[in-house]
């Protein structure tokens, strides 16, 4: 099937996404192979499109790997603040212990004090 010059820039986008029938691929496909000027607006049609694509996977992996880092920093900022407060959980316990040690001494002090006077 021939087609005009108009109809297949109509359908470049349809026959680029793949997303045309048969009938329309090999119209379009055979209008390119015959008209240069197509041929010409169809390559830089694909071309476009292929930097548009690749310009959005950069800018993907621009934005995924500060996300993942974000993720990897709050990860480990959550890990090191949980370690702080089992530290600081046991350090408190620690001093608690020794209070009560130095407390249990002193009146264990006080007692033999008060029975050496006696
Ligand atoms: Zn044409």
Redesign the pocket.
């Known amino acids: 099937m021939e ?4 109809i ?2 109509d359908l470049v986008d349809v026959y680029t996404s793949r997303a045309a029938s048969e009938d329309t691929e090999t119209a379009v496909r055979d ?2 192979k ?6 010409r ?1 169809y390559d830089g049609y694909k071309k476009s499109l292929d930097e548009e694509k690749k310009k959005k996977q950069t800018c993907f992996k621009v934005e995924t790997s500060p996300c993942a880092a974000d993720e990897l920093i709050a990860d480990s900022m959550t890990k090191v603040s949980k370690r702080l407060r089992r530290r600081r959980i046991i350090s408190i316990v620690c001093s608690c212990i020794s209070i009560a040690i130095v407390l249990a001494s002193a009146v264990i002090d006080l007692r033999s004090i008060l029975s050496d006077s006696d």
Not at 3 to 6: A, G, P, R, S
């Open positions: 087609i005009t010059c108009d297949a820039m209008h390119l015959s008209c240069k000027e197509c041929r607006f």
